[in-house]
């Protein structure tokens, strides 16, 4: 079928060159778009979103122009230092994104226009599908809960029926005392459940502690909670 062919199957010309180029720009926008839609939450970082973007062209220029015997050797061993390069301190979901960016460049830099398109239709719906449906979502958030009290307050068992009552499982992980000995701070790994309401949990707290301060961080955050 010749939609299916390689537009490079007679030869690199320039207009063959510049449609695999065109293609792997507008594959690079549309991954862009979908990582920008499924983050909207988490939040991220405008040079990884132009990463993103220019993965495809790049990838898709050196296969192009290599051709595809040499190109397939290059890009497995680029499409790996790109992932060495992102999983130090990277997200795994970061990760599928450059996988994603590079394969479709490589497809595009192939000459595979329409197998290019496919796959970027498939992959992008199954990522809008789980993003809808929130598939393998915890129930419970990883935190680290930091409660003040008094000195001459005894702290053991003080809190566990709050505790049980807003989370799945909690560990007290640190005790020290602060203001020269005055207050003591407990530290604490809780999995919050989350549908449990947190001003709640915090309030209930506060009037165990004598309305002392409460700190709640998610557990990737929560390096300045241990500063002294």
Do not use: H
């Given at each position: 079928?010749?939609?299916?062919?390689?537009?490079?199957?007679?030869?690199?010309?320039?207009?063959?060159?510049?449609?695999?180029?065109?293609?792997?720009?507008?594959?690079?926008?549309?991954?862009?778009?979908?990582?920008?839609?499924?983050?909207?939450?988490?939040?991220?970082?405008?040079?990884?979103?132009?990463?993103?973007?220019?993965?495809?062209?790049?990838?898709?220029?050196?296969?192009?122009?290599?051709?595809?015997?040499?190109?397939?050797?290059?890009?497995?061993?680029?499409?790996?230092?790109?992932?060495?390069?992102?999983?130090?301190?990277?997200?795994?979901?970061?990760?599928?994104?450059?996988?994603?960016?590079?394969?479709?460049?490589?497809?595009?830099?192939?000459?595979?226009?329409?197998?290019?398109?496919?796959?970027?239709?498939?992959?992008?719906?199954?990522?809008?599908?789980?993003?809808?449906?929130?598939?393998?979502?915890?129930?419970?958030?990883?935190?680290?809960?930091?409660?003040?009290?008094?000195?001459?307050?005894?702290?053991?068992?003080?809190?566990?029926?709050?505790?049980?009552?807003?989370?799945?499982?909690?560990?007290?992980?640190?005790?020290?005392?602060?203001?020269?000995?005055?207050?003591?701070?407990?530290?604490?790994?809780?999995?919050?459940?989350?549908?449990?309401?947190?001003?709640?949990?915090?309030?209930?707290?506060?009037?165990?502690?004598?309305?002392l301060s409460v700190v709640l961080v998610l557990y990737k955050y929560d390096d300045k909670?241990?500063?002294?």
């Open positions: 079928i010749i939609l299916f062919d390689s537009i490079f199957a007679n030869g690199l010309s320039p207009q063959a060159f510049i449609i695999g180029i065109i293609s792997s720009i507008i594959s690079g926008f549309s991954i862009s778009l979908l990582y920008l839609i499924t983050n909207k939450k988490e939040g991220y970082s405008q040079s990884y979103v132009w990463t993103i973007i220019m993965l495809p062209p790049i990838v898709a220029i050196v296969i192009a122009s290599i051709g595809s015997n040499i190109a397939s050797s290059l890009s497995l061993a680029g499409a790996f230092t790109l992932v060495r390069f992102r999983s130090a301190p990277g997200d795994p979901k970061q990760i599928a994104y450059v996988f994603y960016a590079t394969a479709t460049g490589l497809i595009c830099g192939l000459g595979f226009i329409l197998y290019a398109l496919i796959f970027l239709v498939i992959i992008g719906a199954i990522i809008i599908l789980l993003y809808k449906t929130r598939f393998a979502a915890p129930t419970t958030s990883s935190m680290t809960l930091k409660v003040t009290i008094p000195e001459n307050l005894n702290y053991i068992g003080l809190f566990d029926k709050t505790l049980n009552k807003y989370t799945s499982s909690w560990m007290l992980k640190r005790v020290k005392t602060t203001e020269f000995g005055t207050l003591f701070e407990l530290i604490y790994s809780v999995d919050v459940n989350n549908t449990a309401n947190q001003k709640e949990f915090i309030d209930e707290l506060r009037t165990l502690n004598g309305n909670v241990y500063a002294d």
